[in-house]
């Protein structure tokens, strides 16, 4: 069964120092996002990206992250210096269907900022 | 987007049904109901979804009350892997294209499984 997969599974990382999230969404799904999970906290929607740009972003989405589709295949979360609060599960979505549909998740990467 | 009410908690015992309720009292007309769940150290899972009618797949069922104020996800035979959180969503019909995949989450239904 397709899924999509995310990299790294975790990663340690200096407070002020940059960070890329990966993630493959499944081949022929058209629509992705990123949202997050502080550790006991709701799960969080972060931006969503259609057609090589972000259709909306949500207001924990500011200047310090971005969103690309560098090659068709691979979607990446950058965040540019990172904060003790951006330590959380981050989890990449996709799917085919523009008006109905499940959303399918990856397994999520942990990002801890020191 | 209306709010969804679930209870923190439930327990059941393996292989008997679950029945994990979901109250949507601001519901509106063009409202589908979603539910996902998320086992531990995973990424949400999709269950099923609805509008008006009862549903039925390979995971659940799901009852949706004649006003649509509420409805009841089923899990007819609970396995131990069925331990999750479950949670209950709405989403507008016409909210097309990539807000389709905007979803707010709720705290959701710990659902504790005994063997």
């Known amino acids: 069964e397709p899924e999509v997969t995310q990299t790294p599974s975790h990663q340690v990382t200096q407070m002020g120092q940059e960070v890329i999230l990966r993630c493959v969404p499944i081949?022929?799904?058209?629509?992705f996002y990123w949202y997050r999970q502080i550790l006991g906290q709701k799960v969080e929607f972060l931006v969503s990206?259609?057609?090589?740009?972000?259709?909306?972003k949500s207001e924990i989405f500011d200047d310090q992250f971005s969103v690309e589709r560098p090659d068709g295949s691979n979607f990446t979360l950058k965040i540019r210096s990172t904060k003790l609060e951006d330590s959380a599960m981050y989890f990449c979505a996709s799917r085919y269907d523009p008006n109905t549909g499940e959303l399918f998740f990856g397994e999520g990467s942990r990002l801890t900022v020191l | 987007d209306a709010k969804t009410t679930q209870p923190n908690s439930m327990e059941s015992n393996e292989e008997e049904p679950v029945h994990l309720p979901c109250n949507h009292s601001t519901i509106s007309g063009t409202d589908y109901i979603h539910w996902y769940r998320q086992l531990p150290s995973q990424g949400p899972e999709y269950v099923i979804h609805g509008l008006t009618s009862n549903v039925n797949n390979r995971m659940a069922s799901l009852a949706i009350a004649e006003d649509r104020k509420s409805s009841t996800l089923i899990l007819h035979r609970a396995t131990l892997r069925d331990a999750a959180v479950y949670y209950c969503?709405?989403?507008?019909?016409?909210?097309?294209?990539?807000?389709?995949?905007?979803?707010?989450f709720g705290q959701g239904t710990i659902l504790t499984v005994h063997p």
């Open positions: 081949s022929n799904h058209l629509y």
């Open positions: 990206f259609y057609n090589n740009e972000i259709s909306e």
């Open positions: 969503i709405l989403r507008p019909a016409n909210a097309g294209g990539t807000s389709y995949g905007k979803l707010t």
